[in-house]
Each structure stands twice: as structure tokens, then as C-alpha cells.
């Protein structure tokens, strides 16, 4: 492996992908249409949006550098192979690249907020930052705690564009100029799947990674619950989200969204009906291991399903 391919492993450039992913899609699919219908611009638009995502993405690549930090000696026992600092990239480094990264992403904000007065996506960087910052420092090793914050800092990727838009809402319902009703629905709809789906996914990285969090003194659920009582979180909370998804349908047949729905059953909830089904008979690392990256896939799906509300309006 060389250095390059070291630091992508490193940055987690499959989850940054994806969080410009999110972004990207709410921006295009969400907003735009809806501000665009009034004949209006969002705050955010133009050269602000690839700006708003790249400081997003850099905000967490340095949380995803210094948890490796932290987690140097839980990776040597859990996952050897993938080790990247200390082996490739100094510690040194390492620090440097968070310290960059983050402070980066904050600056990037303080601009995007001075161009639009709307005062939000700096701060957020910088609380994004700490909060990262604390997560791989303490609060991951605490029961519930980190995999909780790490859920609601996934779903904020999300719900910071619309609070970009916020300081507009007042005026926008005063004079009926758009349905801010509905940019808040599907805010909440996809934040919630977000939040939802990570905190499931997080859950079951814990089971994955149980033995070396064992040994350095964490105490993350399966190891203060028990891998069976773990089990039954995610499962309640996958049959809250296949529940959602479900009556979400009744609503998309009322609109006669034909492809919504069947893309939604097909690429959404039968592959969380497959992950609680493999969650039922999982035992190894591996086990785990293959549902987590079965979590990614429809964490794909479920943020992809927003072009859905590009083409119906």
C-alpha cells in the first residue's frame, strides 16, 4: 500500500464520497426545486454549494483521522490489517492532517457565511469539529453516548442546508412565496432515515469490534449489555424503520409515485428485511462485519431515493 492509498484509507474517502453524496442530492433534489418553483434563489446556490459539501467533507475527514488516532491500539487487535497510522502515516502527521482538515472546513464556513449573513455553517464546523474531536477522545467508549452523537452528527449533514436557508423562512410564509412545509418534511424524513440508520449501523460496528473495545476498558453495548440485548436494539429500531418506510408507501400510492414505491420496497426495505434477518443468526466479526457493509449499500439507496422528489416535483 503506498502512501496515497494509505491516506484515502485513512480520510475514509468511501464515507466523504457519501456525505457529498447527501449533500449534493438534498441540494439538487430538495431546495432547488422548491425554491426554484417561487423563482427564488436559496442562500445557498452556485459556487456556495460545492464550497458548503467540500467543508463538510473536510470536517470529516479530520474526525475520521483522529479517531484512528485514538483507536490506534482497539485497531491493532481488531482490524490489523487496515491499521494506516504508525504504519504508513507518522502520528505526527496524522494530527496535522486533522488539525488542517478541520480548521480548514471552519474557514470555508466563516466565508459561506459572510457571503449570505446567514451565521450558521461556521459555527456548526466548529462544533462539528469539537464534538469529533470528544467522540474519539472519551465518548465512544461510553455506552450509548457516542453511538448517539455520531447518528445526529450524520443526520445534521442534512438539516445544516435547510437551517442555511432559515434566516429566509419568515419572509418566504409571510408572502406565501414557497412551501417551506414541505422543504421541513422531507428535512425531517431524511435526517430521521440518517439518524436511524447510523445509529443501527453504529450499534453493529460495536458487536464487530467487541474485543478489542473489551480490552481497553470501553464500554459500548455489547460489552455492558451483552451481544443478545445489542441485538434487540437494532432489531426494534429496524422494524420502527421498515414501519416508517411502510407507511411512507401508503402516501406515495395516494400520489401514485409507482416507481418511488417499488424502488423504495425493492432497493430499501427488503434489504433491511435481509440485515434483520442475518442479524438474527450472526456470531463472528465477519457476521457483523457483512450486515455493516449491507447498512452502507442501503444508506445509499435511501439517500439516492431524493431524486425521486426531483422528478415528481
Request: glycine share 6%; charged share 15%; aromatic share 16%.
Amino acid at each position: 500500500m503506498n502512501k496515497i492509498t494509505a491516506f484515502l484509507r485513512l480520510a475514509r474517502w468511501s464515507n466523504l464520497l457519501f456525505v457529498a453524496l447527501t449533500q449534493w442530492m438534498f441540494i439538487y433534489c430538495i431546495t432547488e426545486p422548491i425554491f426554484g418553483a417561487a423563482h427564488l434563489l436559496p442562500n445557498i446556490n452556485g459556487n456556495l454549494i460545492p464550497l458548503l459539501i467540500l467543508s463538510y467533507v473536510l470536517v470529516a475527514a479530520g474526525g475520521y483521522i483522529i479517531n484512528d488516532y485514538f483507536d490506534l491500539n482497539i485497531d491493532q487487535i481488531n482490524k490489523p490489517d487496515k491499521v494506516v497510522i504508525d504504519k504508513y502515516i507518522g502520528r505526527r502527521w496524522a494530527i496535522f492532517f486533522h488539525l488542517f482538515f478541520t480548521l480548514s472546513s471552519i474557514g470555508i464556513g466563516i466565508y459561506i457565511d459572510t457571503k449570505t449573513h446567514i451565521y450558521a455553517v461556521g459555527l456548526s464546523n466548529l462544533l462539528n469539529g469539537l464534538f469529533l474531536f470528544v467522540y474519539s477522545l472519551s465518548l465512544k467508549k461510553k455506552l450509548l453516548v457516542g453511538n448517539i452523537m455520531i447518528a445526529f452528527l450524520l443526520a445534521w449533514v442534512i438539516v445544516v442546508i435547510t437551517c442555511c436557508e432559515a434566516n429566509q423562512f419568515s419572509f418566504l410564509v409571510r408572502n406565501k412565496l414557497i412551501n417551506t412545509q414541505k422543504l421541513l418534511r422531507y428535512t425531517i424524513l431524511y435526517a430521521g432515515f440518517a439518524f436511524i440508520i447510523n445509529l443501527i449501523r453504529e450499534a453493529v460496528k460495536d458487536m464487530e469490534d467487541v474485543e478489542g473495545d473489551r480490552r481497553y476498558g470501553c464500554r459500548t453495548m455489547p460489552i455492558a449489555w451483552g451481544i443478545n440485548a445489542t441485538k434487540v436494539f437494532v432489531a426494534v429500531w429496524l422494524v420502527v424503520l421498515i414501519a416508517i418506510l411502510s407507511l411512507l408507501q401508503f402516501y406515495a400510492f395516494q400520489l401514485q409515485w409507482w416507481f418511488f414505491s417499488l424502488y423504495c420496497i425493492v432497493a430499501i426495505i427488503a434489504p433491511l428485511i435481509r440485515i434483520f434477518r442475518k442479524l438474527s443468526i450472526a456470531q463472528t466479526p465477519k457476521d457483523y462485519h457483512s450486515i455493516s457493509s449491507l447498512i452502507k449499500i442501503v444508506m445509499l439507496t435511501g439517500i439516492s431515493s431524493m431524486i425521486f422528489f426531483k422528478i415528481y416535483g
